[in-house]
């Protein structure tokens, strides 16, 4: 149980912090480990989805754009031996069999949306060979498909909802173009994916035989807990806490736009992504423990001071990924654990 209030956390600094996580002072509003419970009926087919699941449904019926919830991922490797595709399928389909999210589907059951868990263990997985291109033409073939992996519309109800698209460009030489709608994985997700459909493939090259999937926790028994955890009130908690912190804020971030926002939310935009050399990460390490914080921190607070240098405002306030996987229990689940949790900033005139 807490005994340390919110209000006296922002006056510590991060080793402190430190201690009263480890000293279990400061509470842990996620849910309970003991909570999370291997479904025992193997019958079982609908399973109740987790309210990250249902914000992303619904938008998926809102916007006009399907694609905008898909994760792709490409990535080239050279290879010591050529692909085997027949141990490529075995390992896909062990994957499928292990994880019942990669088999999971979404459906409305009267006015309840449930996710659906076939037992159809067949991973979507397709493979081309354009080595028979000219040099100059493969890599805009490469990113032809690329593209149009990631414009890839999926089909909640249907699904399927994961893909794996194999290119051989060279000899030795592939390009994984991987994907997955949001609604069923995150960023972990990816990770985890990749990990262990390397650790497979290469099982199998090797001869050894992959022995049955092991009856490990599902992402359905977490959205069971997470049910349950919602019928106890204590999910009101959580929202009674945001409401409470959040029940001053300013609202919209106003920042003047070179065009009229639209009249209906839509999904365009861009993804900056920047690059900082050797010398400036040493100078934002030198910076965070100079103030005993992290390069985050430090990152974070700049992006705040620029954004009230447009607005004028002094309370930012900015979304940040939380991977949301604290308990060991979910570190091998595959599916959307990642939440968005907000952080509010004060500028000081100061």
Not at 26 to 34: G, L, M, V, Y
Not at 160 to 165: E, N, R, T, V
Not at 235 to 247: D, F, P, S
Request: charged share 25%; net charge neutral.
């Amino acid at each position: 149980m807490a005994n340390i209030k919110h209000t006296e956390l922002k006056s510590l600094k991060l080793d402190e912090l430190k201690r009263l996580v480890r000293q279990k002072k400061i509470k842990d509003n996620s849910i309970p480990k003991e909570t999370i419970k291997k479904n025992t009926d193997p019958d079982r087919k609908y399973f109740p989805v987790t309210s990250a699941q249902k914000n992303i449904w619904m938008l998926n019926q809102y916007l006009d754009d399907k694609k905008v919830y898909s994760l792709p991922l490409a990535i080239t490797c050279q290879l010591k031996y050529e692909i085997d595709l027949r141990l490529v399928k075995q390992a896909l389909t062990y994957l499928a069999q292990k994880h019942d999210i990669l088999r999971t589907t979404f459906h409305l059951t009267g006015k309840e949306l449930c996710q659906y868990v076939s037992d159809d263990a067949v991973f979507d997985f397709r493979y081309d060979d354009i080595t028979y291109l000219p040099e100059r033409d493969k890599k805009r073939q490469v990113e032809a498909m690329a593209k149009a992996e990631g414009n890839r519309c999926f089909d909640l109800t249907d699904g399927p909802l994961a893909y794996l698209y194999i290119v051989k460009t060279n000899s030795h030489e592939y390009v994984f173009l991987l994907s997955f709608h949001h609604i069923i994985a995150d960023g972990w997700t990816v990770g985890l994916f990749l990990k262990e459909f390397i650790e497979t493939y290469l099982s199998l090259l090797s001869g050894e035989i992959t022995r049955k999937a092991e009856e490990n926790l599902q992402f359905s028994d977490y959205a069971l807990a997470e049910d349950q955890w919602h019928a106890e009130g204590k999910y009101q908690q959580g929202l009674e806490y945001w409401a409470k912190k959040l029940g001053n804020v300013q609202g919209i971030l106003d920042i003047a736009t070179d065009r009229p926002r639209p009249s209906k939310m839509n999904t365009a935009g861009s993804i900056m992504s920047l690059f900082f050399d050797g010398d400036f990460c040493q100078r934002l390490q030198t910076c965070a423990v100079q103030y005993n914080a992290t390069q985050f921190h430090v990152i974070l607070a700049a992006y705040e001071i620029l954004l009230h240098k447009y607005s004028g405002q002094q309370e930012i306030i900015i979304g940040i990924p939380f991977a949301n996987r604290n308990q060991s229990a979910t570190q091998n689940i595959m599916g959307l654990f990642m939440n968005t949790l907000p952080l509010c900033g004060h500028v000081l005139n100061s």
